[in-house]
């Protein structure tokens, strides 16, 4: 009769060097191969103890670093950068080949759009401050400049159009279906309520698009709890 075989003596966890203050490369890599060795370890231990003879063996420990999934778009300027509904792009611009939107309409919702605060679909300009805006280029260059009366109705057009809506206080409200400046979950929240603010309105702002006579695709009306509204059409 055979003694039983010594007991294998179980090896206890190795420290883990603690690290500086300084956090370079190296450092981590040094904390990355302790922990490499400790799982390896760990695996050849499960491994003998399905094999008792001890013929699986773990060879090594390989780690891959993928491309990091938070990088951001490079955009000139410093104003970052906005969401525009494909389809509302192309609009625009067939909109001004057929003359169905002036110069002054087309250029004072563009700069509205360009001026959002994040997150909210709001531009806190007042009419004065658009004029201004505007003129910038032209007053350098000694060029024809728009009044503000003609903002002012180019404004009353864009509201008409649902584009933009006035939010009080020299503020404007834009149509965040068709343009915004921020993720989902925020624009989720402006809609959410512009509806309360239009009492779920279908064919309030910002969910009825014109100009009038212009071609309009079907919209999906998700107001979220208010599901009666699902599935209609608008035609601006």
Not at 12 to 41: C, K, M
Request: proline share 5%; with cysteine.
């Amino acid at each position: 009769m055979t003694s039983d075989p010594p007991a294998r003596r179980r090896r206890g966890p190795r420290p883990v060097p603690a690290p500086t203050s300084g956090g370079s490369e190296a450092e981590y890599g040094d904390i990355l191969a302790v922990l490499g060795q400790q799982l390896g370890e760990k695996v050849a231990e499960v491994a003998e103890a399905a094999d008792p003879a001890g013929r699986r063996r773990l060879k090594g420990v390989h780690f891959e670093y993928a491309a990091d999934p938070k990088a951001v778009h490079d955009m000139a300027g410093g104003s970052g950068y906005s969401l525009a509904s494909n389809w509302f792009t192309q609009l625009l611009a067939q909109l001004a080949v057929a003359n169905s939107i002036t110069k002054s309409q087309l250029c004072v919702f563009l700069f509205v759009a360009g001026g959002q605060v994040p997150g909210t679909g709001v531009t806190p300009y007042t009419q004065q401050e658009i004029t201004d805006g505007l003129n910038k280029i032209a007053a350098q260059k000694g060029g024809k400049m728009i009044t503000r009366s003609t903002v002012n109705r180019a404004v009353q057009a864009l509201c008409g159009y649902n584009w933009v809506e006035k939010a009080g206080r020299g503020r404007i409200q834009l149509n965040v279906r068709l343009w915004f400046h921020g993720n989902s979950s925020a624009q989720h929240d402006v809609l959410a309520e512009i509806a309360d603010r239009h009492e779920h309105d279908v064919a309030a702002f910002p969910y009825a698009v014109g100009p009038q006579g212009a071609h309009q695709e079907e919209l999906d009306l998700d107001f979220g709890a208010a599901a009666d509204y699902r599935g209609r059409k608008r035609t601006g």
